[in-house]
């Protein structure tokens, strides 16, 4: 396979080819950014000296034909102008920002600030939650890759909507996530002195990820609903961690939850059900495309609290993508995924 | 006034040295501590080498006679029996550990899974939330200085709960804490390379504080409520936030909470309600004795979000115990306690 | 004393208020900044507020006048045009950048690559580095404040020097720094994702600090030499460690360095010799105005290792600049500098 | 191939399952521990869950028959008596602690300070440092597997010594480590609250990594000298950077410096020489095994920096254990090493 990566020098980007270098399938890995035109890739990322010392190429719609498939890794407001005119020379896309991903593009221009797609290409497109997807993305051209929050969020708590075990509707959602899911433009939020030894509350109930959760839960579990979402900072450079809370349903118990759970990701590698643990944490995780899934049932209140953690890098970015790739081209979804976390 | 700081080794009592040493009305300070009677303090902990090249003093009835006050920053357990045959000795006792905190016996026994201390002594503590109990403290010998989790949770929900602009009875509570908070003993949970660049979720439904929490919000905001409380680690040394959701009673607006907080705190410097932030942290107050709050409302859900921080070694500890010591001898609260937050 | 702040949002300047706020000769502290003229200082750093909820003031020279002292912490070739002007109006300035510190003006042209300070005006300054150059300083009007890598060398290695005790011809200095040496602008070596979990080295044998510190070499211990001199950056915020290498003269001790390190500084409250360390760290000085200094010869080489530790921007910094300004004026050298190091 | 790891509970066990999970030729993979014999590994480290959930087994002579080869990581004084028994069973064995290190046994003594393993098993045994030594270790049954310091200081300094460019005889050493180099007990050293922002010195001269470097110089680079070394504790996990020091010798430039390298590692993929760097720091080899150098010569005093950096769990420890692997077995060396590097 013949792959380009629009948006290398991202941290998206940086993570498709760390990926994508041990992908049995892929021969050709080309490097396309939107500035820095020639630079050789190692130069400016020493890391991958002798692996990419390569130019980068210039994204130019003549240059990103020939491609079995494309992944495009940048910033809100690019790809809704970019992919749909190469959806007819016909490579895979998969896009890893938001602009594909809600399907009502009032909704879209309401969070985002910044004009949408156009609505066929939206409505060609699949979002690419893997596990509840795979038969729509494995018939898609353009893939919307979910966004690093929904994905945590909502593989962790869509069996236990489906199946009517907890209340949605007075669903509370407190996110986590490292400093790596600010990208890599230096500014205040992500200057070392103020972050390290800090954490921080921003955007409460207004990230964008809020509708992206709340199409999820009405697409997969059926229920339309509002979230209160919430998102911190972590002074750390990997992981996010989903705390939510909801009433279980009438006597649901512990038990039911994680056996909803279980079975729901029977047959699905990257999703983990930990029943017992007593240290539930972003690391075991870590560099590797696993979501792992926590529950417990509050006796004294009756609420449950379902943790997930995932490597916002991997399976709420360039894994998941890779994944949904895989699916793409009948593959195994393994395929290239099978690194163990990095516990230490 | 001569204090002995009973503990003097663990993160409580090193907090208390470093705020007492510039305290003006303190002229000595004895140390201390169950094992290494002797040993020279600043030879176990050479950051104060030339201030307390003093020996480590056993813990013993006759050696704690003559002091204005004794702090005691103890694990669990321990005050319970060494604190009730001192007050015959007439110093004021400020506790920091949780043995005297909760009123019911049974509840520290059901949680703590220690025996509880004596019921007369404990009845005749007072709970050491300054800005909620100053009259009582003022005239109490012996305090309970309150935990740190039930300190950042208390005073940002108090005075909503208690003039009814929330509905507490569906709060939940998404606390997380720095890892000092675990104090100085070694272990798997503090181990470096498994807790840095890692954020977990610990005591799930079960940490000790949640009891004193419920005590709390009996005793000062009149309502009987079970709260949903979970704990996580933060990858950082110092700082507590907590995160708390409750649906705001009919019609009521974040300018009437940010109204009712500014209105509870007037008059109390350490409080401050922070009605705009970008960035609402920990660092903010990193090393002082602030408790800062913030109140968003989410107009599509009507819940809640309200967010306090505080140092868990400072107003979480250290800094209200110096606090209440200065309540408890007629001093301005703030005296020995001016310190502007480190925020870099 | 009336004090202004030029600068005061910078890292240095913020330290200057933490540490000014509670001296006890500061009655009133204004603070100048080049943008943002009118911004509530606590809107923009809401750790001061009610603290400092007052505007922030042009630097203007009008505006500039009728103080006892003004500090000055901005970049390099601010001041050298800035500050001369102020002379004639006679407040004491304290001057925290590199613009006065080299008396030879075109090797500060060399290092900084910038138009040097008038002849006259770095002639009539004092090099601030208190402990070695007091008498001069309680004379200047105008104080260049020393560095933050020299002042942790030149503290370390002058007495061994002055003394001949070590073979100062061929000395190593190897140096680390927290990142708040980098200041408050975001940029790529100052970036969380790629700062954190990451230690890196740079400008090797181009640091600007090199001449200041070889000049204060030869002025204060008599010998003209080049050094190797290479820095590195920690991932932390505060913090600097010297470790410096160089043979012992013949048949020195270890005892003979220690005990020549004790007498240089006997009765200097700040500087503390360390003889045994089983860990010896920049955290035991750690936002207090100490510099520790450690040494060990080692038998099989012959050499003496010499570190010293100090919190970069408190005596490598703004404590020492308010150190400066007690000598100044003839106050204490201690006066609002006797915080306990935050170990933890 | 059928391999076993004894001591797979500690870092460097955890780090040869990462790497060796996805090993072509790895069909069998036993996990052997003292204690906790039983115990479902994936219980102990969640992050191996559905990877490992097999039981640990405890390391008896018996057991430990059959295998390929096995890789013992435990602590200073366990393998030289464990391992000499199996040499007649003949697997191969990759040792990756001191203990066949060092050839001369009163050296090991003296710095290890317990018993060495028998001297015939010394001699039987390559020392593992792969690019150096790829003859001895193809035939070898027992490798020693270098230390993490030695193969970071050798590989940078073993080229230009042996070239004669630079003078061995003056050559300071300044290392510093991440914290997983500590190992996963708990202690002072490691925890979080005393270790988080802070950079120590530690083992000044002491380091028993000192007759290792000492001994690879003399073996690989035909010198005999005495190196000054220290250690310095990073606040982060993985990665180590040696920075050393030595006079170059006559008019030797930094190009000869760079030449000598690459030629010295040409054809070597694991070593790369970095001749201009903007930023040369430890993440640009983090989870790789690669080893990265770069070089520069001070002309005002001629001497040059020679810096290295290896993450020091892979090219430091289990990464060059399996480098060795292949070795053994004439795989090509990269194989199951082609980890591109976590620059995030």
């Known amino acids: 396979m013949k792959v380009g990566i629009i948006g290398a020098s991202g941290y998206g980007g940086l993570e498709l080819i760390r990926l994508l270098h041990n992908h049995p399938e892929v021969e050709q890995l080309d490097l396309f950014t939107s500035s820095e035109e020639g630079t050789l890739f190692s130069n400016k990322f020493p890391h991958t000296k002798n692996l990419y010392d390569q130019p ?9 034909t020939g491609y079995d498939v494309l992944f495009a890794s940048t910033p809100a407001g690019v790809t809704s102008k970019l992919l749909p005119p190469l959806i007819a020379s016909s490579p895979k896309l998969i896009d890893l920002s938001g602009d ?26 699949a979002y690419g939650l893997t596990e509840w997807n795979t038969e729509e993305i494995s018939k898609a ?11 945590a969020v909502l593989l962790s708590l869509l069996p236990l909507i489906k199946e009517k ?18 990208g890599n433009t230096p500014g205040p939020m992500t200057h070392f002195s103020e972050t390290n030894e800090n954490f921080s509350i921003y955007k409460i109930h207004e990230h964008q990820h809020i509708p992206e959760i709340e199409q999820g839960i009405a697409q997969f579990g059926a229920q339309k609903i509002h ?30 939850l994680v056996g909803c759970l279980k079975e729901s990701y029977a047959g699905r590698p990257f999703v983990r059900v930990i029943s017992e643990s007593s240290k539930f944490c972003t690391k075991q995780v870590a560099g590797s495309n696993y979501c792992d899934i926590h529950v417990k049932v ?11 953690v995932i490597d916002n890098l991997v399976k709420g970015a360039a894994g998941q993508a890779v994944q949904n790739m895989n699916v793409q081209f009948g593959l195994d979804e393994t395929t290239g995924l099978t690194q163990v976390p990095l516990f230490i």
Chains 1, 2, 3, 4 share one sequence.
């Open 227 to 256: 979230v209160t979402f919430t998102t911190h900072l972590i002074p750390m450079t990997r992981g996010i961690m989903a705390t939510s809370y909801a009433p279980v349903n009438s006597g649901v118990t512990k038990e039911q």
């Open 56 to 64: 980068l190429l210039k994204i130019d719609h003549e240059q990103l």
């Open 298 to 308: 509050d006796p004294r209140t009756n609420r449950a609290t379902i943790v997930s």
């Open 100 to 125: 594909f991903r809600l399907k009502d593009t009032v909704e879209y221009e309401r969070w985002y600030k910044k004009a949408a797609a156009p609505v066929e290409a939206v409505e060609q497109s």
């Open 165 to 182: 075990l907890i209340d949605a509707s007075s669903l509370i959602i407190d996110a986590k996530s490292g400093v790596s899911g600010a």
């Open 141 to 151: 051209q353009l893939i919307a890759n979910p966004g690093c929050y929904p994905t």
